[in-house]
């Protein structure tokens, strides 16, 4: 009796028995293995000379935003006017400690620790919380995946405080559905501040023209700033790479300038500015300001605008790197530059509008101009990239609609391009900058997008100090305590300016929240629905080797987002159609919690049923970074793999000691030994690695297959029998190749609410509509395509 070896990918085990324990001792977790792949992203090491150079280009890329906060810090922190030179330095106390304890502490040191093998994001915090506990809200990993060499996790014991934590993650899907909708709260906002960054930056950069013009309309410069927002977001599909060796040279120009221009106005005007590195002035400012100085925190939060930036921009270098050209560089610089604007404020108060230009000195103001405008640029760039990952990843989760994706560069797997997002956030900046027109009011929009990304940044790495990098509870109190001290205490601050311009990021981040959560939710009524609804490999089986159709020359690929059981779109297919393909792959492409697959470990190949039915599955698995590229490549890899699983496993049946095989050797003998099953009275065939992981089939007791060498008649026979199915699978790859997608439509029932009604029918089906076809992503000829269409409701 031939039965079905598919597991349940979301963790039920209704049907324990023999083949469930077998299937347990094919796919044993690797906890040794992957306890010793954990540390590898941190163990690099590298020369002096090159951690220099990585520092140095680190500052293009990831400090543009942070560095360039200076335009504005003041000037929305004293919207009206400067009554006493004492607040100037209780501000100033406040820029320091802030610069100290939120970038330089939290961020570089401890926060940039939490990488995903070098990923930073809420997404990367996000996959690395996936791995450690089961919270992914699609339930459809499997423990071969655990196996991936990218899959890094620490072993937990089960009575130490992280498996408590586990538990009590796993315990229900409220706190599941909870931690995801603090991701995509932390997501959505950081696509704000891709959208308020250029804003800020460029019109902050082009107010400087008025300085010299004194009499020219704001309305001109606001002109000036949309061109060049214009141009920024029309470059765009260029790619960072084609540029990007200009950033650095920019950026480090920007913070020397910055830095001497501040040591020159302290030696010029007052030295005294210093003494604000004392914190009893931030005391005596908040006594001095009362509510005016706590609202007025909102402003001074802008000074660690672009620190979330610098997570989200982790993965171009390595963490030493960051750190080095943060304490060198970038915080001695901020520091000086907002030291020197206190200097040049504290004799002249009412500059304050434009503190920043005002204080350069006078021979070198044009080149400071220039400099500035191309520093607003390159910090607006590093945002706009962000966000593009962000959506990429966000994509990846199954919570964004399927958009084209473009890869700009062959170097860089992070550095990708998406038309239709940059032209929405070209849109959007425009409006915010066109119809604001002042810096103050973005500023405190600006604010309030930066604090949300930070508190969601926090309650994760709370979960992963406790879960993954297990810390005493009392270090774990320290963090938190301090972290939302400052965090809750500048969200406080921003919420009175609501009204005043914070309105527009929550406007922002509640749309795409919308959008990404109608998405999510369809996305896992249909998995879930093709969970339960897949066929039963017995009924598929007891069909025979044509499944009662006439069995025409050809492959069909069937894609579908099980990776195990084979789905009800194919029964429908068999059931409407007299014939079927002479052979079927049942393909599924879905991403893992990782930050990218290792191409020769992407593909996973199986045997469904006796060989006579000549039906496979392969899945395909990417990382949040990978990108599935519209080509060739997919289906030539597909079939190269499936070629691959037929030879490895005929070699394994016939025992063969060809080279060829001893190329697989390692990596097969450990599934050749777990196959061994312990009722002699059932044969199964080889697991065949082909990554290559596990691979199983099963075949009926009359045709026997054995694991162990048999002799070299039994090895003559096996080569044959690759011969002919080899020769049989290009025959019929020769014939074509048919590509059946399932087209599921989901309704609301018609006794569904009002509001479940409007997201289901309405605004997930024009989702679905305008969203990229399968058909496009794999590229699949039109005249090669056949969509099996199905509803179901929810």
Same mark, same amino acid.
């Given at each position: 009796?031939?039965?079905?070896?598919?597991?349940?990918?979301?963790?039920?085990?209704?049907?324990?028995?023999?083949?469930?324990?077998?299937?347990?001792?094919?796919?044993?977790?690797?906890?040794?293995?992957?306890?010793?792949?954990?540390?590898?992203?941190?163990?690099?090491?590298?020369?002096?000379?090159?951690?220099?150079?990585?520092?140095?280009?680190?500052?293009?890329?990831?400090?543009?935003?942070?560095?360039? #906060?200076?335009?504005?810090?003041?000037?929305?922190?004293?919207?009206?006017?400067?009554?006493?030179?004492?607040?100037?330095?209780?501000?100033?106390?406040?820029?320091?400690?802030?610069?100290?304890?939120?970038?330089?502490?939290?961020?570089?040191?401890?926060?940039?620790?939490?990488?995903?093998?070098?990923?930073?994001?809420?997404?990367?915090?996000?996959?690395?919380?996936?791995?450690?506990?089961?919270?992914?809200?699609?339930?459809?990993?499997?423990?071969?995946?655990?196996?991936?060499?990218?899959?890094?996790?620490?072993?937990?014991?089960?009575?130490?405080?992280?498996?408590?934590?586990?538990?009590?993650?796993?315990?229900?899907?409220?706190?599941? %559905?909870?931690?995801?909708?603090?991701?995509?709260?932390?997501?959505?906002?950081?696509?704000?501040?891709?959208?308020?960054?250029?804003?800020?930056?460029?019109?902050?950069?082009?107010?400087?023209?008025?300085?010299?013009?004194?009499?020219?309309?704001?309305?001109?410069?606001?002109?000036?700033?949309?061109?060049?927002?214009?141009?920024?977001?029309?470059?765009?599909?260029?790619?960072?790479?084609?540029?990007?060796?200009?950033?650095?040279?920019?950026?480090?120009?920007?913070?020397?300038?910055?830095?001497?221009?501040?040591?020159?106005?302290?030696?010029?005007?007052?030295?005294?500015?210093?003494?604000?590195?004392?914190?009893?002035?931030?005391?005596?400012?908040?006594?001095?300001?009362?509510? %005016?100085?706590?609202? #007025?925190?909102?402003?001074?939060?802008?000074?660690?605008?672009?620190?979330?930036?610098?997570?989200?921009?982790?993965?171009?270098?390595?963490?030493?790197?960051?750190?080095?050209?943060?304490?060198?560089?970038?915080?001695?610089?901020?520091?000086?530059?907002?030291?020197?604007?206190?200097?040049?404020?504290?004799?002249?108060?009412?500059?304050?509008?434009?503190?920043?230009?005002?204080?350069?000195?006078?021979?070198?103001?044009?080149?400071?101009?220039?400099?500035?405008?191309?520093?607003?640029?390159?910090?607006?760039?590093?945002?706009?990239?962000?966000?593009?990952?962000?959506?990429?990843?966000?994509?990846?989760?199954?919570?964004?609609?399927?958009?084209?994706?473009?890869?700009?560069?062959?170097?860089?797997?992070?550095?990708?391009?998406?038309?239709?997002?940059?032209?929405?956030?070209?849109?959007?900046?425009?409006?915010?900058?066109?119809?604001?027109?002042?810096?103050?009011?973005?500023?405190?929009?600006?604010?309030?997008?930066?604090?949300?990304?930070?508190?969601?940044?926090?309650?994760?790495?709370?979960?992963?100090?406790?879960?993954?990098?297990?810390?005493?509870?009392?270090?774990?109190?320290?963090?938190?305590?301090?972290?939302?001290?400052?965090?809750?205490?500048?969200?406080?601050?921003?919420?009175?300016?609501?009204?005043?311009?914070?309105?527009?990021?929550?406007?922002?981040?509640?749309?795409?929240?919308?959008?990404?959560?109608?998405?999510?939710?369809?996305?896992?009524?249909?998995?879930?629905?093709?969970?339960?609804?897949?066929?039963?490999?017995?009924?598929?089986?007891?069909?025979?080797?044509?499944?009662?159709?006439?069995?025409?020359?050809?492959?069909?690929?069937?894609?579908?987002?099980?990776?195990?059981?084979?789905?009800?779109?194919?029964?429908?297919?068999?059931?409407?159609?007299?014939?079927?393909?002479?052979?079927?792959?049942?393909?599924?492409?879905?991403?893992?919690?990782?930050?990218?697959?290792?191409?020769?470990?992407?593909?996973?190949?199986?045997?469904?049923?006796?060989?006579?039915?000549?039906?496979?599955?392969?899945?395909?698995?990417?990382?949040?970074?990978?990108?599935?590229?519209?080509?060739?490549?997919?289906?030539?890899?597909?079939?190269?793999?499936?070629?691959?699983?037929?030879?490895?496993?005929?070699?394994?049946?016939?025992?063969?000691?060809?080279?060829?095989?001893?190329?697989?050797?390692?990596?097969?003998?450990?599934?050749?030994?777990?196959?061994?099953?312990?009722?002699?009275?059932?044969?199964?065939?080889?697991?065949?690695?082909?990554?290559?992981?596990?691979?199983?089939?099963?075949?009926?007791?009359?045709?026997?297959?054995?694991?162990?060498?048999?002799?070299?008649?039994?090895?003559?026979?096996?080569?044959?029998?690759?011969?002919?199915?080899?020769?049989?699978?290009?025959?019929?790859?020769?014939?074509?190749?048919?590509?059946?997608?399932?087209?599921?439509?989901?309704?609301?029932?018609?006794?569904?609410?009002?509001?479940?009604?409007?997201?289901?029918?309405?605004?997930?089906?024009?989702?679905?509509?305008?969203?990229?076809?399968?058909?496009?992503?794999?590229?699949?000829?039109?005249?090669?395509?056949?969509?099996?269409?199905?509803?179901?409701?929810?």
């Amino acid at each position: 009796m031939v039965s079905d070896t598919d597991v349940d990918m979301s963790g039920e085990d209704e049907s324990k028995g023999g083949m469930w324990a077998l299937e347990q001792k094919i796919d044993r977790p690797m906890d040794e293995e992957a306890g010793r792949l954990k540390n590898m992203y941190r163990e690099k090491k590298f020369s002096a000379l090159l951690l220099l150079q990585l520092s140095f280009q680190s500052l293009g890329v990831v400090y543009g935003d942070l560095g360039t #906060s200076p335009l504005y810090v003041f000037y929305n922190t004293f919207p009206d006017k400067i009554t006493d030179t004492e607040d100037i330095v209780g501000a100033l106390s406040l820029i320091i400690y802030s610069l100290t304890l939120v970038p330089l502490i939290k961020y570089v040191f401890i926060v940039c620790r939490a990488n995903d093998n070098g990923q930073g994001g809420t997404f990367a915090l996000y996959s690395l919380l996936c791995r450690h506990a089961k919270v992914n809200t699609i339930p459809n990993q499997h423990k071969t995946d655990e196996e991936l060499t990218t899959y890094s996790r620490s072993t937990i014991h089960e009575k130490s405080f992280a498996a408590k934590t586990r538990r009590w993650l796993e315990g229900d899907a409220f706190k599941k %559905n909870a931690l995801l909708l603090l991701v995509l709260v932390g997501t959505c906002t950081a696509i704000g501040d891709g959208i308020l960054t250029p804003a800020i930056s460029v019109l902050s950069a082009s107010g400087g023209i008025k300085i010299d013009h004194p009499g020219m309309s704001t309305d001109v410069v606001v002109v000036v700033a949309v061109v060049i927002l214009v141009g920024l977001f029309s470059l765009q599909h260029y790619g960072v790479d084609k540029v990007g060796w200009l950033f650095a040279p920019i950026v480090f120009l920007w913070f020397l300038f910055i830095g001497g221009i501040g040591i020159f106005n302290i030696w010029k005007y007052d030295s005294g500015v210093l003494r604000a590195f004392s914190p009893v002035y931030i005391l005596r400012y908040f006594k001095r300001r009362g509510k %005016n100085g706590w609202t #007025s925190l909102g402003g001074i939060m802008l000074s660690i605008t672009g620190t979330e930036a610098l997570f989200a921009d982790l993965a171009h270098f390595p963490v030493s790197a960051i750190q080095l050209a943060f304490t060198v560089v970038v915080f001695p610089c901020l520091l000086l530059a907002y030291s020197g604007q206190a200097a040049y404020l504290m004799y002249n108060k009412d500059h304050v509008h434009d503190a920043f230009y005002r204080s350069i000195p006078e021979g070198i103001y044009w080149p400071m101009f220039i400099i500035a405008t191309l520093a607003a640029i390159v910090a607006s760039q590093a945002t706009i990239s962000a966000t593009f990952s962000i959506i990429k990843q966000a994509n990846a989760l199954g919570c964004f609609p399927r958009v084209k994706v473009i890869h700009t560069s062959s170097k860089f797997l992070g550095q990708i391009y998406i038309p239709d997002i940059n032209w929405i956030l070209m849109v959007l900046c425009i409006i915010v900058t066109a119809g604001f027109k002042n810096q103050n009011q973005i500023g405190n929009a600006y604010g309030t997008a930066v604090v949300i990304v930070m508190l969601a940044t926090t309650f994760l790495m709370i979960i992963i100090m406790l879960l993954v990098w297990r810390c005493h509870w009392i270090l774990v109190f320290i963090f938190a305590a301090l972290s939302l001290l400052v965090e809750c205490t500048y969200f406080s601050a921003v919420l009175f300016k609501v009204d005043q311009g914070g309105w527009v990021p929550l406007v922002i981040a509640a749309v795409f929240l919308f959008i990404m959560y109608i998405w999510h939710y369809g996305t896992v009524k249909r998995y879930e629905f093709e969970m339960h609804s897949k066929i039963s490999m017995a009924w598929l089986l007891g069909l025979g080797p044509s499944l009662g159709l006439v069995r025409v020359p050809g492959i069909g690929l069937v894609y579908t987002e099980l990776a195990s059981g084979v789905p009800h779109i194919f029964s429908h297919f068999i059931t409407n159609l007299p014939a079927i393909h002479s052979v079927v792959v049942f393909v599924c492409v879905k991403y893992l919690p990782v930050y990218t697959v290792p191409e020769d470990e992407r593909f996973l190949v199986k045997r469904i049923g006796p060989k006579n039915f000549h039906m496979f599955r392969c899945v395909a698995r990417y990382g949040y970074k990978d990108l599935h590229k519209k080509d060739d490549e997919f289906e030539k890899k597909l079939f190269n793999n499936l070629f691959m699983f037929v030879r490895l496993e005929s070699m394994m049946e016939g025992g063969s000691d060809s080279d060829d095989y001893s190329l697989y050797g390692q990596q097969t003998q450990r599934s050749r030994d777990s196959l061994l099953p312990d009722n002699n009275n059932t044969t199964f065939s080889s697991v065949v690695d082909l990554t290559i992981s596990s691979c199983d089939s099963i075949v009926p007791a009359k045709s026997p297959l054995n694991v162990v060498n048999s002799g070299s008649s039994s090895g003559q026979v096996s080569s044959q029998r690759e011969v002919d199915e080899m020769e049989f699978l290009t025959s019929c790859r020769d014939a074509g190749v048919v590509h059946i997608l399932g087209n599921t439509v989901v309704r609301a029932r018609r006794d569904s609410p009002f509001y479940k009604k409007l997201s289901i029918d309405y605004v997930y089906a024009f989702l679905r509509k305008i969203c990229r076809e399968h058909s496009v992503i794999f590229n699949v000829p039109h005249e090669s395509l056949l969509n099996v269409g199905q509803v179901f409701y929810v």
